[in-house]
């Protein structure tokens, strides 16, 4: 499968569907999409991802091998369906929401995801209101052409002191953003990307939902393909029963929930406070291991909250909270010295995630490494016997998370190698680095060894 990517730039106008048919390669699937968490973006490691570009890339390669995705990111959510009506793109990929005035000029997959609107405000600037009602005199920002817009539209015809506008050429991200600077007052966004933004932004909050939950689905141009819509209803089938799209959900998802309010704000201002302390020293300590320095922060903030004399009722020690027997296979002297601690920290995770199979996809071994760094293999392992037992994939921590939770119940652990564990915990641990990563690779900048400015010797 190949993969190509492409600007777009469209009127915002619906286009008429009975221009001269443009013959396309039936070999090329053309995605339309826009950059947001939920959809396309290039990631820390400048790859592609995204939860529809890993759905999309998937349905190119279950098509077969002579087939190739083409990505086509316009600028605002309004370019996206005049972009497929146009017939510059054969699927609408978008995280788009099946409404009663899309299906009127557009087919919908059958969905495979499920969000809720929710009003959005600034704590630091406005008290949370407890209704639109409250809302009077205040106006709500909303990106044009987005089902936000649809639902404000019908809002105020019952609610006719509510005042809004619809922006043009934006996003929910950059409105969200908007919104964390003070620049808006109030706008609607769907809550699985409200969730993430919260993480970089924990003024952020959410007043009310507004509506009933809405489905997410693919589009395609009305009557055009149905074979190939057809395809894509099998496919998500597939995914569905398979557990591949409970994988990736968890993937882009799986922690948006885990951390509050007050620890992201606490963890923010310590990443102005402590972390510059120990930044060069997770540096060094990427250079050794080639495991993200900032994943390496997340850890030992978990750990330790990067409290260098952090010790445990269990004597476990220092930023990255080693045992005495960690420390001892590490050759550590003195667990409390943070030049030894955190190379030493890095070693082990890195030693930990070389206990599980290469065949498993990233980011899951990375995830199970942490789970292990925090309790050890072996409860892993009898957990991902028991998924491979119960028809879960044994390579997903989306699955082997759930059956991590069955290690307390006699009908299971009696038959685990290692018995009885409460495993909730390391699932908790490893749900909060990922928050405390994502958080970090928003707000703190990569490190390349190799393009670090040239320092001039001194004589």
Known sequence: MMLMLLGCSEDNAFPSQNKPKVVNDPKVIRFVTINSPNTYYINESDNEAGLEYELATRFVKSLGPDYQAKFIVVDSFSKIIPTLLSNKADIAAADISVTIERKNIIDFSEPYHQVQQHLAFNRDRNKRPKNLSALDGHI?????????????????KQHTGLVWDEIENTSSEQLLEALAQEEIDYTIADSHLLAVMQYYYPNIQTAFAVGEPEKIAWAVARDRNPALLNQINAYFKEVKRDGTLRSLIDRYHGNTTRLKTIDVKTFLARTRTLLPKYTRLFKEAQDITDVDWRLLAAISYQE???DTFSTSPTNVRGLMMLTEQTSDMMNVQDRLDPKQSIPAGA??????????????????RTYFALAAYNNGVGHLEDARVLAQRLGLNPDSWADVKTTLLKLNDPQYYTRAKHGYCSCGGPIIYTESVRSYYQILLKHQPSHSPDLEPFKIAEN
Not at 141 to 150: H, I, L, N
Not at 347 to 364: T, V
Request: hydrophobic share 40%.
């Open 304 to 306: 330790s909250h990067w």
């Open 347 to 364: 070693k082990f995770f890195l030693w930990m995630k070389d206990r599980f199979p290469e065949r498993i996809p990233e980011p899951d």
């Open 140 to 156: 709500i920002a909303v990106p044009a052409g987005t089902s936000f817009a649809e639902r404000i539209r019908k809002l105020g």
